[in-house]
T-cell receptor
Framework: EPEVTQTPSHQVTQMGQEVILRCVPI?????FYWYRQILGQKVEFLVS????????KSEIFDDQFSVERPDGSNFTLKIRSTKLEDSAMYFC???????????FGDGTRLSIL | AQSVTQLDSQVPVFEEAPVELRCNYS??????LFWYVQYPNQGLQLLLK??????LVKGINGFEAEFNKSQTSFHLRKPSVHISDTAEYFC???????????FGKGTRLHILP
């Protein structure tokens, strides 16, 4: 069964540094998402992306965050200047046509030092 | 605004006993409902979904859930749990016109030998 894959599985970064989290969605999917889960808390929506533009973003997704689909297969989340509170598990998800469910990757654990 | 409530943060159950994990949602419009499972140190896996049709939906690993519109509930059940069911279970809702998923806080299922 096709999967959403995320790399790296664990990223350790110094506070203030830029970080890029990478995702390869399922190949024929059209909708892409990022969520995050701070340790011990619930999964929170960050951003959705369709047709090469952001379709919705949460209040968490401020100017420090950006997403990109640089080619036909990758979907990236960039955090420009990381803060301690950015430490979390970041999940990428993708979806085919509505109303099918979103399929999630295994996540990238981001640790900010 | 939509929300999902999982009243039980932890549910201990003896192996081979039945279990019910409770989920209530609030929404003024029709929704799609999901249960995701997160095994230790893994990502989110879709357990089952309600999109339309029969209110009783069956998922993987012997789980099922019943959509009750009048009670705005989508409780997850399994008649006989196994040690391998130890995981965190997230109820989630997606509103018809929106695309993001809103997650509950999760219920940790703890199987007792």
């Amino acid at each position: 069964e096709p999967e959403v894959t995320q790399t790296p599985s664990h990223q350790v970064t110094q506070m203030g540094q830029e970080v890029i989290l990478r995702c390869v969605p399922i190949s024929n999917h059209l909708y892409f998402y990022w969520y995050r889960q701070i340790l011990g808390q619930k999964v929170e929506f960050l951003v959705s992306f369709y047709n090469n533009e952001i379709s919705e973003k949460s209040e968490i997704f401020d100017d420090q965050f950006s997403v990109e689909r640089p080619d036909g297969s990758n979907f990236t989340l960039k955090i420009r200047s990381t803060k301690l509170e950015d430490s979390a598990m970041y999940f990428c998800a993708s979806k085919g046509v509505t109303p099918q469910p979103q399929h999630f990757g295994d996540g990238t654990r981001l640790s900010i030092l | 605004a939509q929300s999902v409530t999982q009243l039980d943060s932890q549910v201990p159950v003896f192996e081979e006993a039945p279990v019910e994990l409770r989920c209530n949602y609030s929404s003024s419009v029709s929704v799609y409902l999901f249960w995701y499972v997160q095994y230790p140190n893994q990502g989110l896996q879709l357990l089952l979904k309600y999109l339309s049709g029969s209110t009783l939906v069956k998922g993987i690993n012997g789980f099922e859930a019943e959509f009750n519109k009048s009670q705005t509930s989508f409780h997850l059940r399994k008649p006989s749990v196994h040690i391998s069911d130890t995981a965190e279970y997230f109820c989630a809702v997606r509103v018809n016109r929106d695309d993001k998923i809103i997650f509950g806080k999760g219920t940790r299922l703890h199987i007792l030998p």
